[in-house]
């Protein structure tokens, strides 16, 4: 049975979800409202994550997946121990809503900063998806400082 995830980091990048999920297909665009993206490490590199914040919204994909993807995905995501999953809710850009799986890094895990290929990355992802590269470009200026 398929099911909905939210995608808001390296994720968005379709080459790198062509190569991981073949069978994955984007449902639609979306915002998560009443979170911000962060990033956050275990120890090295930071990735991405999300958090609540008030007032706060992410730009996001939502991939329609099937099993094999969700177990690809996982481990990709270092499930359950590096992140774990949650379903959310997540406003279309069409303005209805639904509730798709995130995954969230573990509550272990400390600010940090990525690297220049990670955001690089995650840049495309916008870029290929029409998301506005200004909200992750502010972010990095306020980490990288």
Same mark, same amino acid.
């Given at each position: 049975?398929? %099911? ?5 980091? #390296?994720?968005? +990048?379709?080459?790198?979800?062509? $190569?991981?999920?073949? !069978?994955?297909?984007?449902?639609g665009?979306? &915002? ?5 993206? !962060? ?9 991405? !994550?999300?958090?609540? #914040? ?9 991939? %329609?997946?099937?099993?094999t ?11 359950p $121990? ?6 959310i %809710? ?15 890094m ?10 220049? %290929? ?11 998806? +029409?998301?506005?590269?200004?909200y992750? &470009?502010? $972010? ?6």
């Amino acid at each position: 049975m398929d %099911k909905f995830y939210i995608a808001y980091g #390296s994720n968005l +990048n379709l080459e790198q979800m062509a $190569l991981r999920c073949p !069978t994955a297909t984007i449902y639609g665009i979306g &915002m998560l409202i009443n979170w911000k993206l !962060t990033f956050r490490s275990m120890r090295g590199p930071a990735f991405a !994550t999300i958090e609540p #914040s008030t007032g706060s919204q992410i730009p996001v994909i939502i991939w %329609k997946i099937d099993k094999t993807s969700e177990k690809a995905l996982d481990n990709y995501e270092g499930f359950p $121990l590096f992140y774990y999953k949650r379903d959310i %809710k997540v406003k279309m850009d069409n303005g209805r809503h639904l509730t798709g799986m995130v995954y969230i890094m573990n509550r272990k895990a400390v600010p940090g900063i990525p690297t220049k %290929k990670y955001i690089s990355t995650i840049a495309q992802g916008y870029l290929d998806n +029409n998301l506005s590269i200004d909200y992750l &470009m502010n $972010l990095i200026k306020t980490i990288m400082i």
